[in-house]
Every structure is written in structure tokens, then in C-alpha cells.
């Protein structure tokens, strides 16, 4: 299986901060990459598909790369409905694989 | 408009089987995959299995033994049938409907299922 390695598996930031993801890869999953918000009581929803494009309803504040088997997630300034617990997935091979999430507060 | 819910019994003995029903609208069975993804009290998730448009179906490998997926397109009801529950899968059960690219676009409010005595 192909592991999905998170960091950090927390974070604390600031309102309006820079805050970046990222995702590392055990193996090549080309553009197979998907980032998820999840806040509590609910269930996940797609922010970023095929590692960089925006899923719809989706803030320009959330963006997604690539940089070969790393992905990354940036929120380019950080609001207060950002908080959350954010999931990669890749699907490039089944079993589809979870990171193991990132829990963003508030600093 | 795409929809997903799921539903089934909040609480399952140890050892007995646990039956989930994932009713979609807005989307065919026939044209679109539905999978399952669960995630235990306070954890991560993690993918259950799938059925796919055509009707073939994969399963996590560590529940493969136990677990089976089918589906009524008539009825666009997608059903999971897990055996031998164990304490370990109490979790949220979330069906997702898959889209081609490998991500999942649109999901269900979950349920959440409870195995203890």
C-alpha cells in the first residue's frame, strides 16, 4: 500500500497567517492527490483535486502543489471557518490512502 | 443536486454482522462508484471499500474477510455488510461518491456505529 506521511499533525496559527500542509508520498502518484477539510461533527469535504485545482464553492485562499512525491496544502491567509482537521488522499493505487490528518487551531 | 445518506443500527453486538445502507440521488449507480470510509471516535480516516459503476468491488484488505458491498441501482441504494464486529469497529461510517479524477467530491453525514454489549 502506499503510505501518505502528514505533517505537522498539528498546527497552531494566527488569523490572517500563512499556513502550509504537506503530504509526502512513499511512491509516485503523479497528480492522484486530494485534500480534505474536516470540522467537527461533520463529515470531510473536498478542497483540492488532482493535486492542484480547486474543487467548487471552494475560497482562492486554499491552494494545492506538487513537487514531485511532496504535496502541500497553503491556506494564504488564514480565517476563522479555517479551523479544522485537513486529510490528503492519494488514489493513484488501491487501496485509496488517508494521510494522518493535520488539526489546525487557533493561535 | 447530489445527495448521499446513510443508515443503520447505531449499536451492534460483539460478533454479530452490521447491515448500512447508503441511498443516493442526484447521481446513477451505473455511472458513478460509491465507497465507504470510516473513522473511529477521535481518529483518522480510512477507506472501508467500493463498488464501482460497472458493479465490481474492492475491499480493504484488512476487512476483506469480513465485509461485503452490493448495491440496487433500481432503488440507487448501495448496502455493507460487515461480520464478526469487533469492539474496533465502532466508528463513523461515511459513504462517498467517487469522481474520476480520484477524489471524493461529494459525502454522506455518516453514522455512526457503536459495537459493545
Known amino acids: ?107 | 443536486q447530489v445527495q448521499l445518506k446513510e443508515s443503520g443500527p447505531g449499536l451492534v453486538q460483539p460478533s454479530q454482522t452490521l447491515s448500512l445502507t447508503c441511498t443516493v440521488s442526484g447521481f446513477s449507480l451505473t455511472s458513478n462508484s460509491v465507497h465507504w470510509v470510516r473513522q473511529p471516535p477521535g481518529k483518522g480516516l480510512e477507506w472501508v471499500g467500493a463498488i464501482w459503476s460497472g458493479g465490481s468491488t474492492d475491499y480493504n484488505s484488512a476487512l476483506k474477510s469480513r465485509l461485503s458491498i452490493s448495491r440496487d441501482t433500481s432503488k440507487s441504494q448501495v448496502f455493507l455488510k460487515m461480520n464478526s464486529l469487533q469492539t474496533e469497529d465502532t466508528a463513523i461510517y461515511f459513504c462517498t461518491s467517487y469522481y474520476y479524477d480520484g477524489s471524493f467530491d461529494y459525502w454522506g453525514q455518516g453514522v455512526m456505529v457503536t459495537v459493545s454489549s
Request: hydrophobic share 30%; glycine share 10%; net charge neutral.
Open chain 1, 1 to 107: 500500500d502506499i503510505q501518505m506521511t502528514q505533517s505537522p499533525a498539528s498546527l497552531s496559527a494566527s488569523l490572517e497567517e500563512i499556513v502550509t500542509i504537506t503530504c509526502q508520498a512513499s511512491q509516485d502518484i503523479g497528480n492522484w492527490l486530494s485534500w480534505y477539510q474536516q470540522k467537527p461533527g461533520k463529515s470531510p469535504q473536498l478542497l483540492i483535486y488532482g493535486a492542484t485545482s480547486l474543487a467548487d464553492g471552494v475560497p482562492s485562499r486554499f491552494s494545492g502543489s506538487r513537487s514531485g512525491t511532496q504535496y502541500s496544502l497553503k491556506i494564504s491567509r488564514l480565517q476563522v471557518e479555517d479551523i479544522g482537521i485537513y486529510y490528503c488522499l492519494q488514489a493513484y493505487s488501491a487501496p485509496p490512502t488517508f494521510g494522518g490528518g493535520t488539526k489546525l487551531e487557533l493561535k
